[in-house]
């Protein structure tokens, strides 16, 4: 069993940065993809980024291509998210998910088998 904890969120204000912190404990997932997916109020849950299991592969939503980068330390079994030029339409809550068996990076939900309780991000217009 792995466990996930994200951390950083908070209130922004439109053009400025948060920087997402998610820490696995329990079963390490330091070998395996890790992805940030985030909901908005009455929204489905959306890709946001994924990372291959060495860091060498990311994936990125269109809508945050070029403003957020993905990142992990596998020593400290970290992944964290560096969100910038943030708009109104990134308010969402975020979560961390981590994969069992999965090398490179996957946008499908349904493909990652732990997630966070997730940390709540509000971009102020």
């Known amino acids: 069993q792995v466990q996930l904890v994200e951390s950083g969120g908070g209130l922004v204000q439109a053009g400025g940065s948060l920087r997402l912190s998610c820490a696995a404990s329990?079963?390490?997932?330091?070998?395996?993809?890790r992805a940030w997916f985030r909901q908005a109020g009455g929204k489905e849950r959306e890709f946001v980024a994924a990372?291959?299991?060495?860091?060498?592969?990311?994936d990125y939503a269109d809508s945050v291509k070029g403003r957020f980068t993905i990142s992990r330390d596998n020593a400290k079994n970290t992944v964290t998210l560096q969100m910038g030029r943030l708009k109104p339409e990134d308010t969402a809550v975020y979560y961390c998910?981590?994969?069992?068996?999965?090398?490179?990076?996957?946008?499908?939900?349904?493909?990652?088998?732990?997630w966070g309780q997730g940390t709540q991000v509000t971009v102020s217009s």
């Open positions: 329990g079963r390490t997932s330091s070998s395996y993809a």
């Open positions: 990372i291959s299991w060495s860091g060498g592969s990311t």
């Open positions: 998910a981590a994969s069992s068996g999965l090398l490179s990076p996957v946008r499908f939900g349904r493909e990652y088998d732990y």
